[in-house]
């Protein structure tokens, strides 16, 4: 999973680094960028379909709204199928402008500041001296 800089580095979730000195920690974050451009682009295609995942799920069990999240993309793939538009939103209603702030889900779901984890750190570093470092 990708974060922003805002998230803490975890061994599940790596984020671009905030100063990169070398080719390959510049390799990193380039590849960083690109990666999440492409997941935001497809989660702002998914909540134009869905909006209850722009808005929000408000449910208390996780195994509930962990089984609506993949429902929407099971449905969207299966309209993507059978050649369903995605809905149209002009850029003034609330949803669009929900969809449109990148911001706006990432804060909502990491309120709380955390500490980077120290494996995931070496995480990082091992993927970018093994993998980016070669290139």
Known sequence: MHGDSGYPVLKYLM??????????EKLYNESHIRTRNTVERCF???KRRFPILAYGIRMKKIDTIMAIITSTFILHNIAIQFNVEI???DGNDP???????????INAINNQQQQDDVGGINQRANIINHYFSRL
């Open 15 to 24: 984020t671009p680094l905030l100063n990169p000195n070398s080719q390959s």
């Open 44 to 46: 702002g295609v998914i």
């Open 87 to 89: 809905p149209d939103i």
């Open 95 to 105: 949803l669009s402008l929900l969809i449109n702030n990148g911001d706006l889900n």
